[in-house]
Nanobody, 123 residues
């Protein structure tokens, strides 16, 4: 089993920045990819970004390219997502997820999930 704990959400004005963290514990050696998803009220959970645990190769959904940066610290078993130039449409609950598979934007591929952290961007 792998446990994931997110932190770093909050309220920010449009154009501002936040950094999310996701600390993994348990059988972290089984993780190949870690990702971030988000879910806005009344909408389905959607892929945001992911990173390969060993090589650090990132992958982003188009709407966040150039604004969000995903990174990882293997020594701390932690993944980060720096979010800059935030927009009101980025408002959502953000979830960290982990999988034993290669990078994939489908939520069903991910085996482990955190509890979520709220990000609210005011206009």
């Amino acid at each position: 089993q792998v446990q994931l704990v997110e932190s770093g959400g909050g309220l920010v004005q449009a154009g501002g920045s936040l950094r999310l963290s996701c600390a993994a514990s348990g059988r972290t050696s089984s993780i190949y990819t870690m990702g971030w998803f988000r879910q806005a009220p009344g909408k389905e959970r959607r892929f945001v970004a992911a990173i390969t645990w060993t090589t650090g190769s990132p992958y982003y959904t188009d709407s966040v390219k150039g604004r969000f940066t995903i990174s990882r610290d293997n020594a701390k078993n932690t993944v980060y997502m720096q979010m800059n130039s935030l927009k009101p449409e980025d408002t959502a609950v953000y979830y960290c997820a982990a999988t034993r598979m290669v990078i994939n934007p489908l939520a069903a591929v991910y085996d482990y999930w955190g509890q979520g952290t709220q990000v609210t961007v005011s206009s």
